[in-house]
């Protein structure tokens, strides 16, 4: 069976792209180990990895690389979350997934390894699940209550429940609270986003493609001191870009939060680094390098 194989630096990285003939799909897993979702994503791949039977020349192959510490190549891919899988074959990217979607990732794979197949070389794919007959189907519904016109149903106080198991929305119960405002939700989401690292910018594009001037300095700034940062594109969230502004307070960006508190927008860090040239000790890894520590909500536009 396949396996995830773990890449710890550039060299291994480049070695083993040489050795894949090009009409292998590489799988690269770029993750992070303080983000919870990326550990569930190592089990998705390595499940999935494992239905795939050893073959030469390989028809697939999983890679598992760390977008902190491959921060190079993490930036070469335009990594800007965590999980991030990318699907390359020949050198070429075929597809990108942020998140951790079980279902969606299994799919592309299966899309992607079926259309480098050729005649009747097919891949053998994991096997899908088969789904059993339906209510109707097996007898249990009536045919004259399969026909009824449900157009205009509206539940009634006595009527049972809608399988709440299977919906997540704990709110189907009416002896639930209430659910919680957009307001409500959105705070939760800006309290979580403003911790997913110790150093977080939200800034106009990535530290790749920084959208203004502003961001393009403070980006710099760091990568200068070594500091590890996680980011944020507030131009591919609206909801984000406009909500941290009222949440904080703050009504301009970049902003830079460290240990969850606003420090604030350029200028403010320059004098806090004019103030205290030791400002980000605590946070410095290596002179001239960047973190890649994206959250895992991180979104980009999409393209037009």
């Not at 590890?228 to 307070?249: H, M, P, S, T």
């Amino acid at each position: 069976m396949s396996a995830l194989k773990d890449i710890t630096t550039d060299a291994e990285f480049q070695q083993h792209l040489t050795t894949l003939p090009s009409t292998t799909l590489l799988v690269l897993n770029f993750h992070a180990p303080w983000a919870a979702p990326c550990a569930q994503m190592r089990t998705i791949l390595s499940t999935l990895a494992s239905t795939y039977a050893p073959s030469d020349p390989p028809t697939i192959s999983f890679l598992n690389l760390n977008a902190e510490d491959l921060a190079d190549i993490s930036e070469s891919y335009d990594v800007t979350a965590v999980p991030f899988l990318v699907l390359q074959r020949d050198g070429k990217t075929l597809e990108s997934i942020s998140g951790c979607d079980a279902a969606r990732v299994r799919a592309a794979i299966e899309k992607h390894v079926a259309a480098g197949q050729s005649g009747g070389n097919k891949a053998q794919l994991p096997p899908r699940l088969e789904l059993g007959k339906s209510a109707f189907e097996n007898g249990s519904i009536p045919p004259e209550e399969a026909k009824r016109d449900l157009s205009g149903y509206a539940p009634e106080k006595g009527d049972a429940k809608t399988a709440p198991e299977h919906t997540g929305q704990a709110h189907l119960d009416s002896a639930e609270p209430a659910p919680p405002t957009d307001t409500d939700e959105l705070n939760k989401r800006l309290a979580e986003l403003v911790k997913a690292a110790p150093v977080m910018l939200f800034m106009k594009g990535t530290p790749s493609a920084p959208q203004c001037g502003f961001s393009r300095q403070l980006v710099g700034l760091l990568r200068e001191r070594g500091v590890r940062y996680g980011f944020f594109n507030i131009l591919a969230d609206e909801d984000v870009r406009q909500g941290l502004k009222v949440w904080a307070d703050w009504p301009t960006f970049p902003q830079l939060w460290v240990g969850g508190e606003l420090v604030g927008g350029l200028d403010i860090v320059k004098e806090e680094l004019d103030t205290d040239p030791e400002f980000f000790k605590d946070y410095a890894v290596a002179k001239g390098q960047g973190g890649m520590a994206a959250p895992e909500a991180q979104k980009q536009p999409q393209a037009a």
